[in-house]
């Protein structure tokens, strides 16, 4: 059975991370873009990480640029963005595609795992997938969900660790 442990993803470094550091904790992994009109939910991803990652919680943000050009710089821009505009803390990767023939694994994976009636594609930035401690996808948020209202799902996942 895959997981999310099971992958890795660029870095902005440009070294391949495992996600398999992340064992055991939940995670809300999210696709993000700095020039979105959602992109002030990373205020709100950072306010949650602060709040429970020493209970177990990462928040990981994987820029994308597949939706009308609202990442359109370099890795290191994106990142430096998301610090000196909403504190970033969290984890963030390199930019990745999340659909079509260029998708990430990752990406294809947590698609296939909520692809519900509509099928699988993500729709838009800051899309979001509450994964447990073990790895498997709990949960899929809307983009336009804030991330505060994840809060009652990430409560309940820490608990079952």
Known sequence: MTTLHDFTAPTV?????????????VAVVVNTASKCGLTPQYEGLQELYAEYK???????????????????????????????????????????DVNGAGAHPLFVWLRRETAGLLGGAIKWNFTKFLVGGDGQVLERFAPTTGPEKLRPAIEAALSAR
């Open 54 to 96: 020493d209970q177990g919680l990462v928040v990981l943000g994987f820029p994308c640029n597949q939706f009308a050009n609202q990442e359109p710089g370099t890795d290191a821009e994106a990142s430096e963005f998301c610090q000196l505009n909403y504190g970033v803390e969290f984890p963030m990767f390199a930019k990745v």
């Open 13 to 25: 470094a440009g070294h391949q991370q495992p996600l398999s550091d992340y064992a055991g904790q």
